[in-house]
């Protein structure tokens, strides 16, 4: 089952802190191998969250290391700051070339596939949104920010679950 993490905005929607935690309990609380994957680059990413750089050393092995070129070499360059349009453009493109043998994979060796989508809609967060299981959109407690999602991504609600954060327990939308 691949569940897709994804909101409309960029920033504070804590869209990867979400899907960490999601798939922590349910990696915790079932018996279901979860496997975590982002189609992005970004400075939160997934591994930082589940493993901290200050504990890198326990993945530590003897053995060699190898450099791959498609996917992993253009992240490798992301990684090591060539962050242009060009690059994200390439990534892209690489990435929808291999999704659909990808995600066969992915979901031949784990049950859950929690997948950290771009806030923009580009082709492997578009393509993705469209081959998932369930999407968790994730929104902050704005009105203006979900008043603009409500009315422009209609197509998103029919396999939506909603999580709302940055609480606020003042708010007038707030049941009482």
Same mark, same amino acid.
């Given at each position: ?8 905005? %960029? ?35 997934? $591994?930082? =969250? ?8 326990? =993945? %530590? ?7 791959? +070129? ?8 992301? +990684? ?16 929808? =070339? ?58 998103? %609600? ?6 709302? $954060?940055? +609480? ?9």
């Amino acid at each position: 089952m691949k569940i897709a993490f994804w909101s409309h905005t %960029r920033e504070g929607a804590c869209v990867t802190t979400n899907l960490a935690c999601m798939a922590a309990m349910t990696a915790v609380h079932s018996e279901k191998k979860c496997m975590l994957l982002e189609n992005h680059y970004s400075l939160r990413n997934i $591994g930082d =969250l589940m493993l901290p750089s200050e504990r890198i050393e326990c =993945l %530590r092995e003897q053995g060699q290391y190898y450099n791959k +070129y498609g996917l992993e070499h253009l992240l490798k360059e992301l +990684y090591s700051g060539k962050n242009d349009a060009n690059m994200i453009d390439v990534f892209n493109y690489e990435f929808e =070339l291999v999704r659909e043998t990808l995600f066969q994979c992915l979901e031949e060796a784990a049950d859950l596939l929690f997948v950290d989508t771009e806030s923009n809609r580009n082709l492997s967060t578009t393509s993705i949104l469209s081959d998932a299981d369930l999407i968790v959109v994730n929104l902050r407690q704005d009105t203006k920010m979900l008043t603009e999602f409500f009315e422009n991504h209609p197509i998103i %609600r029919n396999k939506a679950f909603f999580l709302i $954060g940055k +609480y606020q327990p003042n708010h007038t939308w707030n049941l009482r």
